[in-house]
């Protein structure tokens, strides 16, 4: 296989590989240190990761772009093929939404009137932060994703990150580029829930598999498949009310929720900052919020 | 003079090819590739590419770079930190081992250690998660990842011949 004189090979060959065998060796236990060091949450390898996950966002970012037009063609291209039945899909769907449309309304109207009458203090709106996702969900092992902005940009750990159809994760490593948002598919996800209808508190704990499991119902919870779950806030973390998905199966396995993300489309997502309150004014009212959430 | 630099140059690019394209297919790894249907789980080309070179040519796969490789895919995806290099290089190590039965025969054959060396690459990451986490890991999207990364290797295989056989040699 050596390129190299005969002569030299020949003196070389054996020390080579036993140098090799000896790298091989040293490199497969400082794998497995690492491993173990990580486990301990040391702030070294913590701070390596931040590091290098700082350096790489220029290169994930472009990098990444062409994903967004890859799934767009393949969407348009799926889209074509049944044009017709999209359209009816969409006219009946809109008459339905037409419909909602006026309930919402004279909810609207109802709810202002009752709050009025009940002096009713609105939570602050937050302070969003928007950023596109830079790497993919993670596979089979590990269930979170790379956002291409950091604590430059205001974004804190224990930030809750929304995209446009609901709860997508919390943020657990941030980087002056670069945040990490673990999803609430993954194994170490437990996000306090409520079912919206019956208002039973809950915990959702991910598994990797993306209908994470409702934990902790109280006992004679009255739940069915189809209810709406959205976050609780207890705990004071994660702000309230925000929809996380709807109840799909009640079995042997659990309960288990299907959360309103598309995780096949994640491409941008909103950190929502309810403790900014005081730099940023709240619309409408005039007002600055206070700060607290509480 | 300036074409032995020139020659010498030529000479270190190609040998450090293998390297570059396990790089590129690591970050391959790590970007939202955009196809719906895979967006969850796709093949690990990093794995692939590291068996690849390590059979046709295992002087260019040194084992420290594939250490840095799977350290760096294990901080871009959240890993815990060595888990991925750890693997990586259990299956350099596996398929150094097993080389000669590959070199010169059918693609096959080739294709075959592949599945059974990246079936215990995916066991030991499924395992050691395990650990880590103290918890089951759902083996559901463990297959499907094997299964893809397996069923891939051909299509990976066809490009890295191109890559040897013109950049390489």
Not at chain 1, 59 to 70: G, T
Not at chain 1, 156 to 167: C, H, I, N, P, Q
Not at chain 2, 147 to 159: D, N
Request: proline fraction near 6%.
């Amino acid at each position: 296989m050596s390129r190299r004189p005969v002569s030299f090979s020949k003196v070389a060959q054996p020390v080579r590989s036993l140098m090799q065998r000896f790298a091989f060796s040293a490199l497969f236990v400082t794998a497995f240190a690492l491993m173990l060091m990580g486990k301990a949450d040391i702030v070294l390898v913590e701070r390596t990761r931040v590091a290098v996950n700082d350096a790489m966002v220029p290169v994930l970012d472009i990098l990444s772009q062409p994903a967004a037009s890859i799934t767009k063609t393949i969407d348009s291209v799926s889209e074509l093929h049944d044009l017709h039945g999209e359209l009816e899909r969409l006219k009946a769907e809109n008459k339905r939404l037409r419909q909602w449309h006026h309930v919402a309304t004279g909810l609207e109207a109802e709810n202002r009137a009752l709050r009025g009458l009940a002096h009713f203090v609105p939570p602050p709106d937050p302070a969003i932060i928007s950023g596109r996702a830079i790497s993919n969900t993670g596979g089979p092992f590990v269930r979170s994703v790379l956002v291409n902005v950091g604590s430059r940009d205001g974004v804190r750990r224990g930030l809750a990150t929304v995209s446009g159809a609901g709860f997508v994760g919390v943020v657990v490593e941030v980087g002056e580029l670069h945040s990490r948002v673990l999803l609430i598919t993954d194994l170490n996800s437990q996000i306090p829930v409520v079912v919206q209808t019956t208002r039973d508190p809950g915990v959702l704990s991910g598994d990797n598999s993306n209908r994470p499991r409702l934990l902790f119902l109280p006992q004679n919870a009255k739940i069915s498949t189809g209810n709406p779950v959205v976050t609780s806030g207890e705990g004071g973390v994660l702000p309230a009310g925000i929809p996380v998905g709807v109840i799909t199966a009640i079995g042997d396995s659990g309960i288990r929720v299907k959360p309103f993300v598309d995780w096949e489309r994640l491409e941008y997502v909103q950190f929502l900052d309810y403790r900014l309150g005081g730099v940023v004014k709240i619309p409408g009212t005039g007002l600055a919020g206070t700060g607290t959430r509480e | 003079m300036k074409s032995d630099v020139l020659q010498h140059l030529d000479l270190w690019a190609r040998a450090i090819m293998p390297t570059i394209t396990t790089l590129l297919l690591a970050l391959l790894d790590v970007i939202p590739i955009g196809v719906p249907a895979i967006s969850d789980v796709s093949p690990l080309f990093t794995m692939m590419a590291i068996f690849y070179w390590a059979v046709y040519r295992p002087d260019l796969v040194p084992p420290f770079v594939v250490f840095l490789i799977g350290l760096l895919q294990d901080i871009l995806l959240g890993n815990p930190t060595g888990l991925f290099a750890l693997v990586l290089l259990g299956v350099l190590g596996a398929t150094l081992s097993q080389r000669m039965a590959f070199v010169g025969k059918p693609f096959v054959f080739a294709w075959l250690g592949f599945a059974v060396i990246s079936a215990a690459a995916f066991f030991t990451m499924w395992l050691l998660t395990c650990v880590l986490t103290t918890q089951i890991v759902l083996t559901t999207d463990v297959f499907f990842q094997y299964g893809l990364t397996t069923c891939c290797f051909p299509v990976a295989a066809w490009l890295f011949v191109r890559i040897h056989r013109h950049l390489v040699r």
